[in-house]
């Protein structure tokens, strides 16, 4: 399940139904799709496309989306650092991102328009988002450096990082609740160990 933060409030919140409403006035859909025996633990992405063929489909026809693919990260990764350093800088993209999460966690910080406070969401398996095109934001693992996502595009091109230049991303640590980080949902942990860059 998702947890959402604002971190100017220090206020987090990790009821689904509350995630839900205060993501979509900022246009991001937020669902929880069925994660417990669908997959095996090595599951390729054919076999991880395959199980969720019907949610994929019916997501892909909703939103206009062409073609979906697995991410697979990991600290094993050689150039994981290399790759997180792409996304944790603000940016924007011309299409939506959407992910569903598979296994792992992630978090994605949005910096809304509209003057509203910084918030993140934390992603942990079953989780389902999307960030609308042109919504200034970043990402970063949470500790256990480790996510697998399906990822809906409309046009791969779109999903390049079109930088803000903005360095607020440096003032906000990745900070996680959930399985990614330890104990498991305590919400009174201090921060995450931060990814450095
Ligand atoms: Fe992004």
Redesign the pocket.
């Known amino acids: 399940m998702a947890f959402l933060r604002i971190p100017s409030e220090d206020r987090v919140i990790d009821d689904a139904d509350a995630i839900r409403a205060f993501l979509l006035p900022h246009g991001i859909q937020y669902e929880r799709w069925p994660v417990e025996g669908r997959i095996d633990g090595d599951a390729g992405p054919e076999e991880i496309l395959a199980a969720y063929e019907t949610e994929v489909a019916a997501l892909k026809e909703r939103g206009g989306y062409i073609t979906a693919d697995v991410v697979n990260v990991s600290s094993t990764l050689p150039n994981l650092q290399e790759m997180l350093d792409k996304?944790n800088k603000e940016?924007r993209?011309a299409e939506d991102?959407v992910r569903f999460i598979v296994r792992g966690s992630g978090i994605f910080y949005l910096n809304p328009d509209n003057g509203d406070p910084v918030y993140s969401i934390e992603v942990n398996a079953g989780d389902l988002i999307n960030?609308p095109a042109g919504a200034r934001?970043w990402?970063d693992l949470c500790s256990d450096r480790r996510i697998v996502a399906i990822r809906l595009f409309r046009e791969r091109e779109g999903w390049t990082?079109l930088y803000t230049g903005d360095s607020i991303a440096d003032e906000y640590q990745p900070l996680c609740f959930g399985p990614g980080d330890f104990p498991a949902k305590g919400l009174e942990v201090g921060p995450s160990v931060a990814i450095p860059g």
Do not use: Q
Request: charged content about 10%; cysteine-free; proline content about 12%.
């Open positions: 996304f940016h993209h991102e960030v934001h990402f990082p």
